[in-house]
């Protein structure tokens, strides 16, 4: 059954901070520029499979480094953890997204899969000589979470392709430490393309929730994901989903997993509770959706309050009260 508080909640927020006009589409990828910086959709699918939607929230945007969690779930769930962690990393960087000096200061050259070059030799695990069979893995598996073929945005595709050449850099360094796991062209290939796939706030939420339900499709129900996997995307989230403004949301959020693409897309898991998708272009100097990171905070906020879960998922600081002694007497026997 359908909580009216949450969608009520979901419409506030919605309302509130659709009049909010600052930031602009990202503009070093010409076709992302283009974006309409109207567009603002929510979205919040519970663990039951409720779905609760404001704006536009069926309209798409490019899902670009959101697609980065499905590939290190699909790595976690089929080559383990510590492999994962090895070859990939999973180091904090207060650097940009695309730092091309953020290998090379690492003693093990490597970062963690939600930077460019992280994200880009994660990719590069299941690489095959075979590219259809190498894409199909790659692109298939994102469609797993939303329940649906997700479609490519060529022209995106082609947009990135034309400007991609620090993501070569990066990829071509990564292979000269060893640490990029296949054909650098075809990689970055395949990597742009799950970049290019559009998403909904809807998709971007029900994608979200499988996280939320360690792995389970809220949907159809589905095991998608091991939950030894889905645990582990959602911790590691946490200090890097959202680059350099990562330790501000867990200071104002906390507890609660989030990711942000370029596209304008912000997708945010609420452990044992939903998922949140939000879409919105206009980005701040950072690379978030400034609507989305707005209306995130609200909602993830709100949702935790309404459904008394927080106490759960995320501990509240407890204060122990100073209690007065008091003296009892005893009878002694004589």
Not at 145 to 150: E, I
């Amino acid at each position: 059954m359908k909580d009216e508080r949450i969608q009520s909640l979901i419409e506030k927020t919605y309302s509130e901070v659709k009049s909010n006009n600052k930031g602009k589409p990202a503009s070093y990828i010409p076709q992302l520029a283009k974006a309409n910086p109207k567009l603002f959709g929510i979205c919040f699918v519970d663990c039951q499979g409720n779905v609760y939607e404001a704006g536009k929230s069926r309209d798409s945007v490019p899902i670009e480094s959101i697609s980065k969690v499905f590939s290190l779930a699909m790595a976690a769930d089929e080559l383990g953890v510590a492999e994962v962690n090895n070859k990939i990393g999973n180091e904090g960087s207060s650097l940009p997204f695309n730092s091309v000096i953020a290998c090379v200061l690492s003693k093990t050259h490597t970062i963690n899969p939600f930077v460019n070059q992280g994200a880009m030799a994660t990719t590069s695990l299941f690489y095959n000589k075979n590219k259809t069979a190498f894409r199909n893995k790659v692109l298939n598996n994102m469609d797993k979470y939303a329940g649906r073929s997700l479609p490519i945005d060529k022209k995106v595709y082609k947009s990135e392709m034309e400007t991609n050449s620090t993501n070569m850099a990066l990829a071509y360094l990564l292979k000269s430490f060893n640490r990029f796991y296949g054909d650098v062209d075809d990689s970055v290939d395949v990597y742009t393309e799950q970049c290019s796939k559009l998403v909904s706030a809807k998709d971007l939420a029900t994608m979200a929730c499988v996280f939320a339900k360690g792995g389970v499709h809220p949907i159809s129900k589905k095991q998608v994901l091991s939950k030894h996997a889905a645990n582990y995307v959602y911790r590691s989230l946490r200090g890097e989903g959202l680059y350099e403004y990562s330790g501000r949301w867990d200071t104002d959020v906390g507890c609660v997993s989030a990711k942000s693409g370029v596209g304008g897309g912000i997708f945010v898991i609420l452990k044992g509770i939903g998922g949140l998708g939000i879409v919105s272009p206009p980005l701040d100097k950072i690379g978030n959706s400034v609507r989305g990171i707005k209306a995130g905070k609200i909602i993830a906020n709100g949702i935790r309050r309404l459904t008394n879960k927080h106490s759960r998922f995320c501990p509240p600081k407890t204060i122990k009260k100073k209690h007065k002694r008091t003296h009892r007497t005893t009878k002694k026997n004589h």
